[in-house]
């Protein structure tokens, strides 16, 4: 008798198995119920006033994600904030990021510091910073060992490098207005890596500041009453807000204009020698996916930039009376005619 026993009961949970999938069936609320699955959430900080404005980084970043096969509002959340350069906004804004509990937080050196400041815990990819120790985002570069790790983009060879270069396209170069931002970390850590480097190629570089688009031109009239013979640009700051203006203004008084980006050189500059920002925008998103599916940013590299980018602009040239060598033309990534 005990095995017909055991058949029935057998059978029994079947049956009750096949009516409970039936319920479910007849139910499709059930189901329905059912939480959803949380979609990762990312905060970016960017320190312009719009998307517009953050031209061509913002398109860059989306680009980035997309090659990765993110999709906004369907498989992650992109949520940006606009500070536009302002001082208090950015703290507020980090702060507000930090409150919404996202996943990863990003942001440019001059965003990313407020980041940094704000939490200790949430992951941050930073980019553009120009000293990642010394900015205390990392405890080095190969091990960061906290919560933040992204891209570099300057140092103190490549800072030479562009002042070489300058000085090689500018006949007689030896008095450098350098253009910086007061009260801003990056512009003024890029400004003394400068200062540095232009000693050691004889250079007599002099500090000139504006902390607004109303004091630029002021400030470009004071370096030509002073007597400088170029402009060079600390990263950051004023030098990225009013990057459609500087060259245009310094080359109506004769001076020419060593940039820091791309985004600046393609306004008039003479020349740019620096990191393809673009690029690095793009493969910052790399790491915000690295995060998201596991990995430690304390465990994970700070990438230095390894292609550097030499553009030069003839026409400017040209209106300066500067003849630029041939072997700079050739080793140049772009050249304007």
């Not at 517009?52 to 997309?66: H, I, N, Q, R, V």
């Not at 970390?185 to 890596?193: G, H, I, P």
């Not at 031109?217 to 030509?224: H, K, Q, R």
């Given at each position: ?141 190969a091990r960061p060992g906290g919560n933040a ?57 002099q500090t000139f500041e504006a902390g607004s ?86 465990e994970i590299p700070v990438e230095q930039p ?32």
């Amino acid at each position: 008798m005990m095995p017909v026993l055991a058949s029935v009961a057998a059978m029994k949970r079947r049956e009750f198995v096949y009516l409970l999938g039936g319920a479910l069936v007849a139910r499709p609320d059930i189901v329905r119920s059912q939480p959803a699955k949380k979609i990762p959430t990312i905060g970016h900080l960017w320190h312009a006033g719009s998307a517009k404005e953050e031209t061509p980084y913002y398109e860059a970043l989306l680009e980035g994600f997309s090659r990765l096969g993110y999709v906004d509002g369907v498989n992650f959340r992109l949520l940006h904030r606009f500070p536009n350069e302002n001082p208090e906004r950015l703290k507020s804004m980090a702060a507000e990021l930090v409150s919404m509990n996202v996943d990863v937080l990003m942001g440019g050196a001059l965003a990313s510091a407020y980041l940094r400041d704000a939490t200790k815990t949430i992951p941050i990819v930073f980019m553009f910073v120009p000293d990642p120790v010394g900015m205390k985002f990392v405890q080095s570069l190969a091990r960061p060992g906290g919560n933040a790790t992204g891209l570099a983009n300057f140092g103190s060879d490549l800072a030479g490098k562009r002042l070489q270069l300058f000085k090689e396209l500018v006949p007689g170069l030896h008095r450098v207005g350098l253009l910086a931002t007061p009260n801003n970390e990056v512009s003024q850590l890029t400004a003394r890596v400068l200062l540095a480097a232009g000693d050691q190629l004889g250079l007599e570089l002099q500090t000139f500041e504006a902390g607004s688009l109303d004091e630029v031109e002021p400030t470009i009239d004071a370096m030509a009453k002073a007597g400088m013979q170029g402009l060079i640009l600390a990263q950051g700051g004023i030098g990225f807000q009013a990057k459609n203006i500087i060259p245009k203004l310094a080359l109506a008084r004769g001076l020419p204009v060593c940039a820091s980006s791309k985004a600046t050189f393609e306004h008039g500059a003479l020349l740019s020698y620096a990191a393809d920002d673009v690029e690095l925008c793009r493969q910052s998103a790399v790491y915000a996916d690295k995060i998201l599916k596991g990995a430690k940013p304390g465990e994970i590299p700070v990438e230095q930039p390894t292609k550097l980018e030499l553009l030069i602009n003839l026409k400017t040239a040209k209106a300066l009376g500067l003849q630029v060598p041939t072997h700079i033309q050739q080793i140049a990534d772009q050249v304007v005619e």
